[in-house]
């Protein structure tokens, strides 16, 4: 299993991680709401997933969600171990 990055970090994320300070994002839903959330440069997908779902007060155990990433014109569903940052 390859556990290398897809994209290169975001002008964002190094800014962060080189103050070592936590990562704001926007993460889009299907029907055009977003949440906003502050999460950790280590953060996995599945933790970002848990948080998002705490957000929106849906129980743990719901399943179907998963984050996409969207680098230009290219959008790929994250595995649960890649890191979101």
């Known amino acids: 299993e390859n556990k290398n990055r897809k994209y290169p970090p975001s002008r964002q994320e190094v ?3 080189s ?3 936590p990562i704001y994002a926007r993460f889009h839903f299907m029907d ?3 949440r906003a959330l502050v999460f ?3 953060a996995t997908a599945a933790e970002v ?3 998002v ?3 929106i ?3 743990n155990g719901v399943q179907g969600f998963s984050l996409f990433e969207v680098f230009g014109a290219l959008e790929r569903n994250m595995l649960n171990w890649e890191k979101v940052a």
């Open 19 to 21: 103050k070592r300070q």
């Open 32 to 34: 055009g709401e977003y």
């Open 57 to 59: 007060s849906l129980p």
């Open 49 to 51: 997933v848990t948080m």
């Open 15 to 17: 800014l962060c991680v």
């Open 40 to 42: 950790d440069s280590a």
């Open 53 to 55: 779902k705490e957000r």
